[in-house]
Every structure is written in C-alpha cells, then in structure tokens.
C-alpha cells in the first residue's frame, strides 16, 4: 500500500491528464451527447485510434458534430477510401536520415523525432503511418544521432519533434538536453508540439524550470488550429513558457471544414497574439492515406491569404507553403 501512495504522489499531474485521456469514439460523442448511430463515424481504428485530452473535449460544444475541434479528432469512414494522390509517407522522410529518427533535409538545421507518442491523435496527421519503432533514435541510435550533430558544425538548429517531444518524461528530456548542451554550435534548440494547447498541465513548474536551463535559444512552435483551442489554461501556459524565455510561434493546418474560413484564421492570428504567440506557418495538407476529405484547394488558400493579408498587421500572417520531397525548405505558396 505504502509505495503505491509514494508513486502516485510523484506522478506529475500531466501524466495522469495524458493516461486518462479519452480513447473510445462511443465515450467522446456521449460526454458530447452527439449520436453515435452516424454512418459517417468509424467506431474503431486500432492502427490510428481516437485520441483527445479530456481538457480538449471541454472547448468542444455539446451537441455539434461539426464543432471545428472535435473535427479534427473524429475517426470518420471517409479516412478508408483510397486517393491515388495520398500516399502513406507522402513526404518520403524515409529517404532524408542519416541515423533513424534524425531527419537532415534542410541546411542549418536538423529534426529528430524522439517518440511516436502524441497526447492527441489529429486526424489529418501526416505521420499517421510513419514507422515509429524502427525510426526512433531513443530507443538505441541516440548516441549515434549526437556524433552526427557533433560531427556536422553546420547545423545551428536542432529541431525536437515526434510524435510530442513533450510526452517525454522530465527526466529523459534532461538527458537527453545534457548532450546536446556539449554540442557547441548548435545555438538554438526548437521543440514542434501539440502539449501546450491539448495538455496544457504540461507546462508545470519542472518543464519550466529545464526550459530556462538551456544554454541555447529556445523556440517553440506549437501546433493551433482553430481558435476555440485557445482557452484560459492554455493562455496561462502560453504566458509562462514566455515569461521561462521561449520565443513562441504558431503553425497551423490548412483543413477543410475546421479553418478554411477568413474570419476563423484571422480570429486565430488575434488569439495567438492575445496569448504571446505569432503565426508561422499555415501548411497545405500534407497528401497523406486517409486525410483526403480535409484537403483544401491551393485556389482557396490563396484567397484566404488575401482576406488575412487585408484584415492584419503583417506580423499576424502566416506564410502559406506546402511541404514538397525535394525542395531545400518549406515550398512558399502565396503571394
Ligand atoms: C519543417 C522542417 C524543418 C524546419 O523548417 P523551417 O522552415 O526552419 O521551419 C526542418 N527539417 C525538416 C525535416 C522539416 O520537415
Ligand atoms: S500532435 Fe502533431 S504529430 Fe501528433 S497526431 Fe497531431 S499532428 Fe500528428
């Protein structure tokens, strides 16, 4: 008994938000009293299953089966018809890593994906096939991904991505930044997550505390779509990972049904300022096996960019562009 009490009293918060996280289509539309007996829904999907924060599922409005949140967490049968043009690794990835799990396609900088572990699973997700167990350098090629970025001085960047980098426990996040504080030249340090938005209980004192340990810059892009995402916890969050010294950037997906409206992405880009953030990158969908129904036309999306570029300081628009296989950055795609 004893132990047991010592252990849960050392559970960080977040972990216990993340393990209680809603995982059953039938449970997510009856906390939102939708109808489950929709034909559009898929009930089950063991390769991708449902995923969502319960914190998430409070900003979804009750009783709305098209609420731009839960739109993008819904497993729906449309994900199993075939495109010809969505392909399971859309960006062939496979083709850009030195040592698994470290992705070298961009000059300056480089991105490891240190877990395949997400605290939500968004529908649209371009690594919803990729091959996480082989391709994890956490799991035995770690030391192998730190000779190559000692090795390669060139690389001034090292981008911490995943699945969630911050799913990663304190600990092995700790470890794992002692390494790289050896690395001399790499100057800044840049995390892609999901947490501060779907999980803001993340960002507890801990996390806070190793964030302003690093001896680099730290930037932060997090991952918001839709405005509604954006409550007061997640402000909170937001407000002290700026306060701990992190420059804090926005990207978005483009998605059809959720923020393919002006007025949506413009109350986005207020939002985010609201909340210490700038937009960064609004992305095309990547062309990925089962996403097809979010896609957006490049035609809309230009248009969209003219109705931001017309409403907003230009710091409050973000660049339009489209991931290509090989092209040496990111495929800018408006003006
Ligand atoms: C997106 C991406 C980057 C970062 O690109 P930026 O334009 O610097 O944001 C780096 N490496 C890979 C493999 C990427 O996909
Ligand atoms: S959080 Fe990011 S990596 Fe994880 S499922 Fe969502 S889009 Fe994909």
Redesign the pocket.
């Known amino acids: 008994m004893i132990p047991r009490i010592e252990k849960s009293r050392h559970t960080p918060a977040w972990q216990t938000a993340l393990t209680q996280a809603v995982g059953s289509v039938d449970e997510l539309l009856a906390l939102l009293h939708i109808d489950a007996a929709d034909p559009d829904i898929r009930h089950f999907n063991r390769d991708f299953p449902l995923r969502v924060p319960r914190g998430f599922v409070a900003r979804m409005e009750a009783g709305n089966i098209h609420d731009p949140l839960l739109r993008q967490v819904l497993p729906l049968q449309e994900e199993d018809r075939l495109h010809t043009d969505f392909l399971p690794d859309p960006l062939r990835e496979a083709d850009a890593m030195p040592v698994p799990g470290l992705l070298h396609k961009y000059r300056g900088r480089a991105l490891l994906t240190l877990t395949g572990a ?5 529908r ?5 096939h990729y091959p996480y167990a082989s391709a994890n350098p956490l799991s035995g090629n770690l030391a192998r991904a730190i000779e190559y970025l000692a090795a390669h001085t060139e690389i001034r960047e090292l981008i911490l991505s ?3 980098p911050l799913t990663l426990t304190d600990s092995r996040l700790a470890a794992l930044t002692r390494e790289l504080a050896k690395i001399t030249h790499l100057q800044t340090l840049r995390l892609h997550t ?1 947490l501060p938005v ?1 999980l803001p209980e993340r960002i507890d004192d801990r996390l806070l505390a190793w964030l302003s340990e690093q001896p680099q810059r730290v930037v932060m892009v997090i ?1 918001c779509n839709h405005p509604n995402e954006i409550d007061t916890s997640v402000a909170g969050a937001l407000g002290k990972l700026g306060q701990a010294g992190a420059l804090l950037l926005n990207q978005s ?1 483009l998605l059809k049904g959720i923020n393919d409206a002006a007025d949506t992405l413009i109350r986005l880009s207020e939002t985010l300022l609201a909340a210490g953030v700038l937009p960064y990158y609004l992305h095309q969908l990547d062309r990925v096996q089962g996403a097809a129904h979010f896609e957006v036309s490049d035609s809309a999306a230009h248009s969209l960019m003219d109705s931001m570029h017309a409403a907003l300081p230009g710091y409050l628009v973000p660049r339009l562009v489209r991931e290509l296989p090989d092209f040496p950055g990111k495929y800018p795609l408006w003006p």
Do not use: K, L, T
């Open positions: 997400c605290a939500i699973h968004c649209y997700c371009f690594r919803r995943g699945g969630d999901r779907v991952h997906v």
